[in-house]
C-alpha cells in the first residue's frame, strides 16, 4: 500500500505539471475533470481499494514509462482473461452439442418403445383384465377364509378344548377354567347368529355349546363334591382351584347349594366327632392326645365345665368361619354376578331376587356347620343344670351363656340355631335359678319366728344378701346392654331378695315397736348396704330409701313420745295444746290439774331427774339399731322436738304469770293480800329451754 501511495502522488505530480504546459482550455478542462474525479474518489470504497490492493500485488515500479503503459497493460490482461474465458465457453459449447445428440437418439429410443408398449397393451388387454377378474375373485375368497377361521375360532372348539372339558379323566386346571369361560361367551355370542335370516346355525351352535356346558358344570359339581369330602379346613389356604370351581358353579344355583349342602353336612359330622373328642379325650379312632385333658376332666365343677365347653365352641365357629372367609367374602362380588347369571339361566331355581349376601351366606353356612356341636353343647348343659339347685352356680352359668350368645350374636347374626340353643339354656338356667330360689323363700315361710332378742338380721337374710352380692357381681360383669341392665335384672330382685324382705317384714309384726322397727329397719339397711354399689339397682335402693325414711320417722317419733312421757311433760303438753292465745283462755290454764301446785312441782321434779341421763336413756332405746350414726341422728331430732315443745310450754306458763300479775295490779290495795298469796308458775316449774337444750346437746 505504500507504494502505491507513492504512485498516487507521483502522478499526481505529473499531471500538475502537464497542466501547468497546457496552453489549450479544451484539455485544461478534460484535465481538471478527470483530476477532480480521482481526488474525489473515497478510500473506502471496496472497489477502489480491491484496484489499489490488485495494483500493489503486481508490485509494478513507479516510472514514467510504467504510468504510461499503466493503462494498456490492464486492458491486455483483461482482453488476455476474456479470450480464456471464451475458449473455454467454447468447450462447453461442444460438450453441450455432444449431450443434444445424445437427447435425440435418448428421444428417438423413447418413442420406439412408447409404441412397442402401446402395440402389447392393445394385444395383452383381454389377458389382463382376465387377471384382473382372478385377483378379485381369489381376494373375496381369502376374505371368506378369514371370516371362516375366525368363525371356527370364536364358535367352535377344537377336540382336545372339548375332551379337556367333559373327560372326567382329565383334572380341573386354569386350561379347563379357560374352556368353560370360551364355551360361556359363544353360547352368549350365538345369539347374534338368531338375529340372521338362516337362523340354523345360530340354533345348532347353542344346542351344542348348552349340551357341553351342561356336561362341564357335571364335571365341576362332581370334582368339588370329592374335594368337599377331603377338604382340611385347618390348612393355612385353601386351594384357589376350589374358590375358581365355586365361582364357576355358582352359575347353577342348583348345583352349587348341592354341594353348600353336602359340605355342611360333611363339616357337621367332623365338628361334633372333634367336640366329643375333646371332650373325652379321644377321637373316633380311639387315639389319645396326651397333651390336652378332656373337659370332662372338669365336670365336678359345673361353671368351668359350662364355660370350657362354651369356649371349645366358640374358638371352633371363629375357625370354621375365617377358613370359610375365603370361599365367600374375598370372592363375594364374583359369586353374586355368578348367581345372577345363574337365575337367568335356571329360571324355576330363582326364588326371590335378592343379590347373593356373601357374609349371610358364610354365616348360614357356618351355622349349619356347628348344628351338630349345638345339639350336644345342649344335651350336656341341661344335665349340668338338672343336677345342681346351687342357685348362685345357677346364676353364673345363665349369665355365662348369655355372655356367649351375645359373643355369638357377632359373629354368626341374629339369625341362627345355635344362638336358638344359647337362647333357650340361658332361660333354662334362669327357670332353674328361680326354681331353686322359690324353694329356699317357701321352706323359710314354714317356719316363721320372731326376731332373736338383738333384733340383728336372720341368717336366712344374710346368706340371702351374700348369695345376692354374688349375683350382682356377676350380672355387672356380663355384657348385657347398659339400655337393658336395669329391666333385665328386675326378675332377680323380686325372686332373689325381695322375699326374703318381705318375710323379715312378716317377722317383724310378730314384735312390739320399737323393736319391730329396729329390726326392720336393720334387715333394710343391710340390703341396702348390698345393693348401693351398683348402679342397675338403683331403683330398688331408692325404694328402700323410702321404706327407711318410713321407719326411721316412726323411730324418731318414738324417742319423742320416750322424752316426752319420761321427762313428765306430757300432761303439761296435753293440757295446753287445746288453749287458745286469749287472755281468758290462759287466765284458766293455773285451774287445770297438771298445774296444781303439787302436781306441778312433781313435774318440775321429773324433769331434773330426767335431764342427766336423758340422751343415754334414749340412746339406749335404739342400741340394737345397727347403725349408730342413724340412731344418733333420730335421738337427736326427737331432742329437738321435745325443746320446741318444752319451749311452747314455758311460753304458755310464762304468759300466764303475767296475766296474773298485771290482774292484780290492776285490781288494787284490796287485792295485795291476794298478791301475796299468788304462787307463780314459773316458780314451781323454773326450768329454761335454754337449760335443756345444753344437757339435750
Known amino acids: 500500500m505504500a507504494g502505491t501511495q507513492n504512485y498516487i502522488n507521483d502522478f499526481s505530480e505529473s499531471l500538475d505539471d502537464k497542466l501547468a504546459v497546457s496552453s489549450t482550455p479544451q484539455r485544461s478542462n478534460a484535465l481538471s475533470n478527470r483530476l477532480s474525479g480521482v481526488l474525489s474518489a473515497s478510500y473506502a470504497d471496496s472497489e477502489i481499494r480491491d484496484a489499489l490492493r490488485s495494483l500493489d500485488e503486481k508490485e509494478i515500479k513507479n516510472t514514467a514509462e510504467t504510468r504510461r503503459r499503466l493503462r494498456l497493460d490492464v486492458q491486455k490482461e483483461v482482453i488476455q482473461r476474456n479470450g480464456a474465458v471464451v475458449q473455454e465457453f467454447g468447450h462447453v459449447a461442444e460438450q453441450l452439442k455432444h449431450i443434444g445428440k445424445i437427447i435425440n437418439n435418448l428421444n428417438k429410443c423413447c418413442e420406439d418403445m412408447r409404441q412397442h408398449v402401446t402395440s402389447a397393451r392393445q394385444e395383452n388387454a383381454p389377458v389382463l383384465e382376465e387377471a384382473s377378474t382372478l385377483l378379485v375373485g381369489k ?173 371349645w365352641t366358640h374358638s371352633a365357629t371363629v375357625s370354621e368361619r375365617e377358613a370359610l372367609e375365603s370361599l365367600f367374602i374375598s370372592d363375594g362380588d364374583e359369586i353374586s354376578k355368578g348367581f345372577q347369571a345363574g337365575r337367568q339361566a335356571e329360571p324355576w331355581s330363582a326364588g326371590d331376587d335378592e343379590a347373593f349376601d356373601g357374609r349371610k351366606a358364610l354365616g348360614e353356612l357356618v351355622n349349619r356347620n356347628v348344628a351338630g356341636v349345638a345339639r350336644a353343647l345342649r344335651q350336656r348343659i341341661e344335665q349340668v343344670l338338672q343336677n345342681h339347685e346351687d342357685a348362685v352356680l345357677l346364676y353364673k352359668i345363665a349369665n355365662l351363656v348369655i355372655f356367649y350368645r351375645v359373643t355369638f350374636t357377632k359373629l354368626l347374626g341374629s339369625d341362627s340355631s345355635l344362638l336358638e340353643t344359647l337362647s333357650s339354656l340361658g332361660q333354662s338356667a334362669l327357670r332353674q335359678f328361680q326354681t331353686v330360689v322359690s324353694d329356699n323363700v317357701s321352706a323359710i315361710l314354714v317356719d316363721i319366728a320372731a326376731p332373736t332378742p338383738d333384733l340383728r338380721i336372720p341368717d336366712f337374710l344374710n346368706e340371702a344378701l351374700t348369695q345376692f352380692t354374688t349375683l350382682l357381681k356377676t350380672y355387672d360383669s356380663s355384657l348385657t346392654p347398659a339400655s337393658s341392665r336395669v329391666a333385665d335384672f328386675e326378675p332377680v330382685i323380686s325372686q332373689a331378695l325381695n322375699p326374703f324382705l318381705s318375710t323379715c317384714e312378716k317377722m317383724a309384726k310378730e314384735t312390739n315397736e320399737p323393736s319391730a322397727s329396729i329390726f326392720l329397719a336393720n334387715c333394710l339397711l343391710a340390703a341396702k348396704t348390698a345393693l348401693s354399689a351398683y348402679d342397675f339397682v338403683q331403683n330398688r335402693v331408692l325404694k328402700l330409701n323410702e321404706q327407711l325414711a318410713s321407719l326411721i320417722s316412726s323411730l324418731t317419733e318414738y324417742q319423742h313420745a320416750f322424752f316426752l312421757h319420761t321427762s313428765g311433760l306430757y300432761p303439761l303438753l296435753v293440757a295446753l295444746a287445746p288453749m287458745e292465745e286469749t287472755p281468758n283462755s290462759l287466765l284458766k290454764v293455773p285451774t287445770l290439774p297438771p298445774f296444781q301446785i303439787q302436781p306441778l312441782t312433781d313435774a318440775s321434779q321429773t324433769l331434773d331427774d330426767f335431764l342427766p341421763s336423758a340422751l343415754m336413756d334414749a340412746m339406749e332405746n335404739l342400741k340394737r339399731l345397727g347403725n349408730t350414726k342413724a340412731s344418733q341422728e333420730m335421738t337427736a331430732d326427737a331432742a329437738e322436738r321435745f325443746c320446741e315443745d318444752f319451749e311452747f310450754v314455758e311460753g304458755k306458763l310464762t304468759a300466764v304469770d303475767e296475766l296474773r300479775e298485771s290482774a292484780v295490779h290492776e285490781g288494787g290495795e284490796g287485792d295485795e293480800k291476794e298478791e301475796q298469796e299468788l304462787v307463780p308458775l314459773r316458780s314451781l316449774f323454773p326450768r329454761t329451754s335454754g337449760e335443756i337444750r345444753v344437757l339435750l346437746s
Open 139 to 311: 381376494q373375496e375368497l381369502e376374505t371368506k377364509r378369514q371370516l371362516l377361521d375366525a368363525f371356527n375360532k370364536h364358535f367352535i372348539i377344537s377336540e382336545d378344548e372339548l375332551l379337556a372339558l367333559t373327560s372326567t379323566t382329565e383334572t380341573l386346571d386354569d386350561n379347563f377354567f379357560a374352556i368353560l369361560k370360551r364355551l360361556k361367551q359363544i353360547y352368549v355370542d350365538c345369539q347374534v347368529l338368531l338375529g340372521t335370516e338362516n337362523q340354523r346355525l345360530g340354533i345348532e351352535l347353542m344346542d351344542q355349546s348348552s349340551r357341553n356346558l351342561n356336561i362341564g358344570y357335571q364335571k365341576l359339581y362332581r370334582w368339588i363334591q370329592r374335594e368337599f369330602k377331603t377338604l382340611n379346613l385347618e390348612s393355612p389356604q385353601i386351594s384357589s382351584v376350589i374358590r375358581c370351581a365355586l365361582r364357576a358353579l355358582a352359575e347353577r344355583p342348583t348345583l352349587f347349594q348341592s354341594c353348600l349342602d353336602l359340605f355342611a353336612e360333611a363339616r357337621e359330622h367332623v365338628l361334633t366327632d372333634a367336640f366329643y373328642s375333646a371332650l373325652t379325650g379321644s377321637s373316633s379312632e380311639n387315639d389319645q392326645n396326651p397333651m390336652t385333658k378332656p373337659i370332662e376332666f372338669y365336670a365336678h365343677d359345673p361353671l368351668r365345665y359350662v364355660g370350657d365347653m362354651l369356649a
